[in-house]
């Protein structure tokens, strides 16, 4: 049987829900732990663009990852009495995917411009972004990334077809 980390007398969640919600260690970066998840999120996209996904598949991805990170998340936050805690990154991969699903190139002025659009939505948390921000259970921790996501996709679609 695999050891679990204590909290306090609660055990810590597995390796594979820390693996997962912290997307591979990225959130546990010492700073800025949204940047290196979002950062963490890009060779993901390669692997995605390198397989020829299309859009329905992608969005079948993007849907999976989502209510699986609601379901987990809400449930180690509620465990260890916790709301949105830095380490949960799961949901800047989920914002990254639907910022890049309106764009669909790696070519690095079009990787950049998703990255920089995602996070800068991340960050300022444009209405009703800021109000999932808010709810303390897995639901609003994930959403508030998607909103994001996808005001920035939008923004990136425009970017790059008509500027």
């Known amino acids: 049987m695999k050891e679990q980390k204590v909290v306090g007398s609660v055990p810590g969640p597995s390796l594979s829900v820390i693996l997962f919600l912290s997307w591979f260690y990225s959130g546990k970066a010492p700073k800025a732990p949204g940047t290196f998840g ?8 390669l692997l995605l663009n390198g397989l020829g996904i299309n859009i329905y598949s992608l969005l079948g991805l ?5 209510v699986a990170a609601v379901i987990v998340t809400e449930q180690v936050q509620r465990t ?8 949960i990154v799961i949901d800047e991969v989920i914002g990254m995917l639907i ?14 411009l998703v990255f920089g659009l995602f996070r800068l939505f991340d960050i300022v948390k444009v ?6 921000d808010r709810l303390h259970h897995g639901f609003g921790t994930i959403t508030d990334d998607v909103v994001s996501g ?5 923004i990136a679609y425009f970017v790059r077809n008509y500027l």
């Open 127 to 132: 209405w009703p972004a800021s109000y999932f």
């Open 80 to 87: 260890y009495q916790l709301h949105d805690p830095q380490w």
């Open 99 to 112: 910022t890049w699903a309106f764009v669909q190139s790696v070519a690095f002025p079009d990787l950049f």
């Open 62 to 66: 993007i849907v999976t990852l989502y």
């Open 150 to 154: 996808l005001y920035a996709g939008v």
């Open 38 to 45: 979002s950062l963490a999120a890009v060779p993901l996209i």
